[in-house]
C-alpha cells in the first residue's frame, strides 16, 4: 500500500482535523489503529485503498471479519495472540472509528453518501464494573506508609482519585495553580482539553495541603509545576500512577475486583448516587458531555434499587 494513496490521504486529513479539535494525543492513537487494520483489511481482502470506493458491503465484511476471524491480541505488537475472539466492545469501538472517519468525509464534502448510514452498531452488552467495596477501600488506604514521602504521595493519590472520579491523565496533570483549596475545587482538563471544576472534600483538601508543605519533594527545575513527582521530583506520569495503584492493591490482598484508576472513579460514582447525589451533578463532577454515559456509569446493584424502593413505595409511605 502506497502512502500516497487515496486512502491513506484521506486518513491523513481526519487526524490532521482530530489535532486541530483538540482530540487528546491517546484518541488519536485509538483511532489511528482501528482505521490503518480497516485499511490494511479492504486492500487484502477487497483490493480498495480509496475510501470513496468503500460501500456498505466492505464495511459489513469487515464487521464479520473481525467478529469470527480475529482473535484478541492478533493486532497488539505487544501482546500475544489469544484463543478468545474479539469482544463485542472492541468491535463496537472499531465501528465507531469507521463511522467518526466517513461522518467527517461527508463534512468535508468529499463524499456524498455516507456508506455507514444504514448499518447498525453492533451490539454490546452492558457490563457493569465491579467497585470497591468499604474493606477493601480499608485494606487498600491502610497499605501505603504515610510517614515516608512516597508512601504518603500514594495515600493521598488514592484518596483524590476516590473522592473526586478524577480520570487517571486528569490527576497527573494537576498543577499547583489547578489546586484551589480553599474553595473546596481543583480545576482539571478532561478529555479533548475541556475545563472543568471538581469539588474536592474537606479531609482531601487537608492532605493535599499537607503534601504540598511536608511530603513534595524539591522541583528537578524550578518552572515544574506538577503537583504530585517522582522521589527524583520530575512530574509523574500517568502510566506510574496506574502501575502504583495496581502495586497497592496487590498489597492490599484485593480479590474479585480490578484494582485500577477506572475501578475508583467507578466506586466513586456509585458511592456518590448511594449517599443522595444526583446523575445531573454527577455528570458535571465527572465531565460527561452526555448523561446517556453517566447513567451507564452508575448502575446500582440490585439490593441498593430494592433498599431505595423500600424507603421511597408510593403505597407504603400512604398514611
Known amino acids: 500500500m502506497s502512502n500516497n494513496s487515496p486512502l491513506e490521504r484521506y486518513l491523513l486529513g481526519f487526524r490532521l482535523n482530530c489535532v486541530a479539535e483538540g482530540r487528546s494525543p491517546k ?90 448510514r444504514n448499518i447498525r452498531r453492533p451490539k454490546a452488552p452492558q457490563t457493569i464494573v465491579p467497585t470497591f467495596d468499604e474493606e477493601q477501600v480499608r485494606r487498600l488506604l491502610a497499605v501505603p506508609d504515610r510517614t515516608r514521602p512516597t508512601g504518603f504521595r500514594d495515600y493521598c493519590i488514592l484518596m ?30 478532561g478529555k479533548g482539553n475541556k475545563e472543568r471544576m471538581v469539588p474536592v472534600g474537606s ?41 502504583m495503584v495496581v502495586r497497592r492493591g496487590r498489597q492490599a490482598g484485593l480479590e474479585g475486583v480490578r484494582c485500577s484508576p477506572h475501578t475508583f472513579r467507578h466506586t466513586f460514582a456509585v458511592s456518590f448516587l448511594r449517599n443522595g447525589g444526583d446523575v445531573f451533578s454527577l455528570q458535571r463532577i465527572l465531565g460527561h458531555t452526555s448523561l446517556v454515559v453517566t447513567r451507564m456509569y452508575c448502575q446500582l446493584s440490585e439490593s441498593d434499587i430494592q433498599a431505595q424502593h423500600r424507603r421511597c413505595s408510593p403505597v407504603d409511605r400512604m398514611g
Open 203 to 243: 479531609k482531601v483538601r487537608k492532605l493535599l495541603w499537607r503534601y504540598l508543605a511536608q511530603h513534595r519533594p524539591e522541583p528537578i527545575y524550578p518552572e515544574v509545576q506538577t503537583v504530585f513527582l517522582t522521589p527524583g521530583g520530575r512530574p509523574i506520569k500517568g502510566e506510574t500512577v496506574y502501575r
Open 27 to 116: 484518541t488519536i492513537l485509538w483511532y489511528d489503529h482501528k482505521l490503518h487494520i480497516f485499511r490494511r483489511y479492504l486492500a487484502q481482502h477487497h483490493g480498495i485503498d480509496d475510501a470513496t470506493a468503500v460501500t456498505a458491503e466492505e464495511i459489513r465484511a469487515f464487521l464479520v471479519h473481525l467478529r469470527e476471524e480475529v482473535h484478541r491480541g492478533d493486532h497488539d505488537a505487544h501482546k500475544r495472540s489469544q484463543k478468545a475472539l474479539l469482544s463485542p466492545q472492541t468491535i463496537q469501538g472499531y465501528y465507531r472509528a469507521i463511522k467518526a472517519f466517513f461522518s467527517w468525509m461527508i463534512r468535508e464534502e468529499y463524499l456524498e453518501n455516507d456508506p455507514t
Open 160 to 189: 483524590l482519585l476516590l473522592d473526586t472520579g478524577v480520570r487517571l491523565n486528569e490527576l497527573a496533570g494537576l498543577r499547583i495553580s489547578d489546586l484551589h483549596l480553599e474553595d473546596g475545587l481543583i480545576q482539571v482538563y
